[in-house]
């Protein structure tokens, strides 16, 4: 018999419409009810528009730093999915190399920015 999961999200807008409290919960998680995030980025392939759709949402506590770290795990995580789903390890280790150079950038700005 065909299984089912099911990951929600809730997020509070403040007055002006932007996120204020972001939170997911995830059937298969392990986790009760919802647990609070400060971002997050859903992609999600269009078969019939062949195109990617994504919602890219972050609260004002996210802070640049946690930013930086979010983007270099997600690319990080990018790497590994692209590898697993076509064996193509070249490309993968590619987006690897790129999130390693993201990651010294960011850190240089942030050095400089103290």
């Not at 193509?88 to 240089?108: C, Y």
Request: contains cysteine; negative net charge.
């Amino acid at each position: 018999m065909p299984k089912e999961a099911e990951i929600k999200f809730l997020i509070k807008l403040d007055d002006k419409g932007a996120p204020e409290e972001i939170y997911w919960s995830a059937s298969d998680s392990g986790l009760e009810g919802f647990v609070p995030c400060d971002s997050l980025m859903i992609s999600v392939w269009d078969r019939s528009e062949k195109n990617t759709m994504s919602v890219d949402l972050w609260t004002n506590e996210m802070q640049v730093g946690e930013m930086n770290a979010h983007y270099y795990f997600t690319l990080m995580k990018m790497a590994d999915t692209y590898g697993r789903a076509t064996s193509n390890q070249e490309l993968s280790d590619m987006i690897r190399k790129f999130a390693g150079e993201f990651a010294k950038k960011v850190e240089d700005f942030a050095v400089k920015s103290n």
